[in-house]
């Protein structure tokens, strides 16, 4: 199938895709397109103008600032799953980004678009929440930060305000008693995620929970911090019984839907099985 | 609407073309109805079935996914540009031998698929073809000969290695892939 007609600009840095935005209130970003094309294959979305950021420089690469990694927008999704340091600093991100999809989608989608992007069942959303990163984001009146854990508010609805883009994303490496993982249930035709549950969990030297950080996408109307879970977990011995207990919250928080592939019913039931299942993975 | 047309200059299987083209062209299309490379496939409209890979700057991406202006300045290899056919591409030769193939409409994808799995993971285990494959569809195979295909080019590549190749991975990267490569090496 093929998209509607559009006009196609180039944006070589991030001040001129700001300036085209603000100039054509039609224009939306084109960074992989890898959420965008499908959607305008089937002129479900039909943007009057494509902003293609893909060339600009600045939006690349990953680095170690101090104690955060910080991953610039258009970073993909086969070079995060490969990057040394995020293997060692935050495996779960790297684990998430290495079961995006397939081999072609990992080659083109980017870490800020599918941030951008908010579908209720991708990967990243979650881990982004798990791991307490930061979005800074650049508009017409200069830079913003804003919380990942704040950011998804909706299917496709997010809090970054029209006219922004996502510069980079800012994941603070976790301490060294913190161990995270990302475990989903991938929808067998697509990969999405029809529950995916990401965790970072802090165990002090004498087994007790210091700190725990959970968040499930897929599930519900967008991915969300599993409260509940977390205030199990915390001043809890790790333990398989501390596991079983904490995570029979973790449909709590969120708006839990169906569709035609999993009930309710059945998407509370995976939450609770994947959440237990991460927990084992980095409690016991 | 009046579609917006784009001039766009892309290397295809060594050769340099230039075209005015609509921005909605999707690459498959170019490539297909623009240069009459009908090697690449279409077997979807949702990004899934992988019919349409071929290798994008050496990476295998879908090229119904990719609008033509986005691969502008790039380097395409399809089908047509892997191997000849008085010489063959080691992955067309496994194909060839293990009989990787029924009907053949996913073929196309899923050798250019393979293309991009090797180069980055010159031998990669039977669990990680079988990951690899993970975009591509077919409905024929069952892919059990798929996978021996591949693994069959693995090992070609392997025995044919010459010489120089130690001196290859000795010397400095050549380009993006390279330096990815060492990433995932050191870690
Ligand atoms: C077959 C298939 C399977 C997939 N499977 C999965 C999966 O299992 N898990 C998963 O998580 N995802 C999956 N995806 C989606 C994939 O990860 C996308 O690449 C990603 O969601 C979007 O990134 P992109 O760079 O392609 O963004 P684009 O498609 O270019 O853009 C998406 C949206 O984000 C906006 N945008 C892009 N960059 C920025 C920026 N820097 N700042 C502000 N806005 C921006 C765009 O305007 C657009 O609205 C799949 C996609 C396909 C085609
Ligand atoms: S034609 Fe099916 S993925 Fe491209
Ligand atoms: S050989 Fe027929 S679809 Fe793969």
Same mark, same amino acid.
């Given at each position: 199938m093929i998209?509607?007609?559009?006009?196609?600009?180039?944006?070589?840095? #991030?001040?001129?895709?700001?300036?085209?935005?603000?100039?054509?209130?039609?224009?939306?970003?084109? =960074?992989?397109? *890898?959420?965008?094309?499908?959607?305008? /294959?089937?002129?479900?979305?039909?943007p009057a103008t494509l902003v293609d950021i893909s060339g600009v420089k600045e939006l690349r690469g990953i680095q170690r600032v101090g104690d955060e990694m910080v991953i610039g927008a258009l970073t993909t999704h086969a070079e995060v799953a490969k990057h040394p340091l995020i293997r060692t600093h935050l495996p779960a991100l790297a684990e998430a980004a290495a079961r995006i999809g397939d081999l072609q989608v990992r080659n083109r989608g980017t870490?800020?678009?599918?941030?951008? *992007?908010?579908?209720?069942?991708?990967?990243?959303?979650? #881990?982004?929440?798990?791991?307490?990163?930061?979005?800074?984001?650049?508009?017409?009146?200069?830079?913003?930060?804003l919380a990942a854990e704040d950011f998804f508010l909706g299917p496709m609805v997010?809090?970054?305000?029209?006219?922004?883009?996502?510069?980079?994303?800012?994941?603070?490496?976790?301490?060294?008693?913190?161990?995270?993982?990302? #475990?989903?249930?991938?929808?067998? =035709?697509?990969?999405?995620?029809?529950?995916? #549950?990401?965790a970072a969990v802090a165990v002090s030297a004498d087994g007790t929970?210091? *700190?725990?950080?959970i968040s499930v996408t897929g599930a519900a109307d967008?991915?969300?911090?599993?409260?509940?879970?977390?205030?199990?977990?915390?001043?809890?011995? =790790?333990?398989?019984?501390?596991?079983?207990?904490?995570?029979?919250?973790?449909?709590?928080?969120?708006?839990?839907?169906?569709?035609?592939?999993?009930?309710?019913?059945?998407?509370?039931?995976?939450?609770?099985?994947?959440? /237990?299942?991460v927990l084992q993975k980095v409690l016991l | 609407m009046e579609g917006s047309k784009c001039s766009v200059t892309l290397s295809v299987n060594g050769t340099s073309y230039t075209r005015?083209?609509?921005?909605?062209?999707?690459?498959?299309?170019?490539?297909?109805?623009?240069?009459?490379?009908?090697?690449?496939?279409?077997?979807?409209?949702?990004?899934?079935?992988?019919?349409?890979?071929?290798?994008?700057?050496?990476?295998a991406v879908k090229s119904c996914t990719v609008l033509a202006v986005q691969a502008d300045g790039c380097e395409v290899t399809t089908i047509e540009g892997l191997g000849r056919i008085d010489k063959l591409h080691p992955l067309q030769e496994g194909f060839w031998e293990k009989h990787g193939l029924q009907c053949g409409f996913c073929t196309p994808g899923v050798i250019m698929t393979a293309a991009?799995?090797?180069?980055?993971?010159?031998?990669?285990?039977?669990?990680?073809?079988?990951?690899?494959?993970?975009?591509?569809?077919?409905?024929?195979?069952?892919?059990?000969?798929?996978?021996?295909?591949i693994q069959y080019a693995a090992d070609r590549t392997h025995q044919a290695e010459p010489e120089p190749v130690v001196e290859v991975a000795a010397s400095a990267p050549t380009g993006a892939q390279d330096s990815l490569r060492q990433e995932g090496e050191d870690a």
């Open positions: 998209p509607q007609a559009f006009a196609y600009r180039r944006a070589s840095s #991030v001040a001129e895709a700001i300036a085209i935005l603000q100039e054509d209130s039609g224009a939306k970003l084109l =960074a992989g397109g *890898h959420s965008l094309l499908p959607l305008m /294959k089937m002129r479900l979305a039909n870490i800020g678009g599918n941030l951008a *992007h908010a579908d209720p069942s991708s990967d990243l959303p979650a #881990v982004a929440i798990a791991y307490d990163a930061r979005l800074t984001v650049m508009g017409p009146a200069g830079r913003d930060v997010t809090a970054l305000p029209d006219g922004q883009v996502i510069s980079s994303v800012a994941v603070p490496i976790p301490a060294s008693n913190t161990r995270s993982a990302y #475990v989903k249930c991938p929808h067998p =035709a697509s990969g999405y995620a029809v529950v995916g #549950v990401a929970v210091e *700190h725990a950080r967008c991915a969300y911090r599993a409260r509940q879970v977390e205030e199990a977990l915390v001043g809890k011995t =790790a333990s398989l019984e501390t596991v079983h207990e904490a995570a029979q919250y973790a449909a709590e928080d969120g708006w839990i839907g169906s569709d035609v592939y999993a009930s309710e019913e059945y998407r509370r039931h995976l939450c609770c099985v994947y959440t /237990k299942r | 005015e083209v609509e921005a909605r062209l999707l690459l498959v299309h170019f490539l297909r109805d623009e240069l009459g490379l009908t090697g690449t496939h279409v077997g979807c409209d949702t990004s899934q079935c992988g019919a349409c890979t071929v290798l994008l700057d050496r990476k991009g799995l090797l180069d980055e993971n010159p031998h990669p285990t039977e669990e990680e073809i079988r990951e690899g494959l993970e975009g591509v569809i077919c409905r024929c195979t069952g892919y059990q000969n798929i996978v021996r295909a």
